[in-house]
């Protein structure tokens, strides 16, 4: 039974049709792994298509290859929700004509659900899936995990091509993405290193200072009255962020509790919580490390949701709305608690919103975490680099020197305080990490407009302008 199958990816593009103009989607659930975006580019590249619009959930240190089809013109565009140091190095020194389009996790399936960012070809990496295109990202030496982030990509895209190392025999057995959206199936030897999964971003720090301050994170949502049987968690991605969970299961102990739900990004902290019934379910779009791969395929509460069912602000509804406590990262925050987890401290594209901002802004309680100083510069600035998330979705920021809480929270801080916790003006911190660092330089910037980020509900929040390469040290 051949089915939807054909011979190779060079095939499968001609039979989709591209042309010079057209835009192509990916995902990232394989990370710093991921094989398919450059089997893909590259053969896009080898065939003589130009003028490529690349739309990427997020875009990883595997996926190198673009930046050197952005200097011959291959690809031409660029819209996802993360980029990683090398190919953010080379557009923050303006290697591209067109901005790139930094979207959150939440909004991007819903602006290609709009049609405000058409996909003409979707190209999704499956760890098993059969000649029909029934598809999953559970079975097979390649499994990843969750497959949230395709969801939109299956269902809008006007091609869907299904590109996997595990072909097995029809009917596929658990379906994540049915064969009713697959146009096409490529077999390849592998779509890429599952070790990969674990990189960057989702490694859990073992820093004496960055576990100090992921403790006093846990101290803010334990003394915020929201601390109650049934709560809902999520984790962000960042060292300190994934680090609280270390801290979590004692509090919970302490107070006898236990919570209804993980949410997001899931790693074998997390999945070890389930497992105690400390938690009663895990709603994930994307396994961090191969331990909640193992727990996807193992335990029925366990749950794959798409990105929309994730955190889609602009949607009926969503699980980030019922989010209790959010723990985030930030590379900067200011003196009105906007956060940024777009540039370093050099003005580089590094990083993105990926989930951040959707949910800060759906939690009840938001707190963000950096170390005051990072190589001699602040965390807290008079104003942020780049605006990834604003401060009207931040309640908390939490530090080695103290604890600021939003002026918009009083009740909270007054919680804080009565629980003796360090509790600081942002403006304080500031103060603090001037008098230690002293007053930072301005960034050289030109003009130039490379990066324009949207939030939540999908209005500009921020741009990013190019680096001047003769004045930045990177």
Partial sequence: ?????????????????????????????????????????????????????????????????????????????????????????????????????????????????????????????????????????????????????????????????????????????PISIDERYADYVVAVDSIGDVNGIRSGITAVTQNPMSLEIAKKAVSVFENSGLFEEGFIYQTGGGSISLATTKFLQAAMDRKGIRGSAILGGTNGLLVDLLEKGYFRKIMDIQCLDLDAVESIKRNQEHQEISAACYADMLSKSCVAKHLTCVMLGATEIDLDFNVNVHTDSNGIIRGGSGGHTDIAHGAKLTIAMAPLLRQRRSAVLEHVTTKSTLGDSIDVFVTQRGIAVNPKRPDLRSRLVDAGLPVKEIGELYETARALAGKPDPLPFTDKVVGKVYGYDGQLSDVIRQVDESKAAV
């Fill in 1 to 173: 039974m051949k089915g939807k199958l054909v011979a190779s990816v060079e095939e499968a593009i001609r039979l989709c049709g591209l042309k010079d103009g057209m835009t192509v989607s990916f995902h990232h659930h394989l990370r710093d792994g991921d094989g398919v975006l450059p089997m893909v580019m590259n053969k896009i590249s080898e065939m003589g298509f130009h003028d490529i619009t690349v739309s990427a959930s997020g875009i990883h240190g595997s996926h190198g290859c673009l930046v050197d089809l952005i200097k011959n013109g291959v690809v031409t565009g660029i819209d996802t929700d993360y980029i990683s140091k090398v190919v953010g190095l080379s557009i923050s020194h303006g290697s591209m004509d067109r901005p790139v389009i930094f979207r959150t996790h939440g909004n991007r399936p819903h602006a290609i659900a709009v049609g405000e960012s058409p996909i003409d070809i979707a190209f999704i990496a499956a760890s098993a899936a059969d000649c029909q295109g029934n598809m999953n990202g559970v079975s097979g030496p390649s499994a990843f995990g969750s497959m949230g982030y395709a969801f939109a990509d299956a269902a809008y895209a006007k091609k869907v091509v299904v590109i996997t190392d595990n072909l097995v025999e029809y009917p596929l057995t």
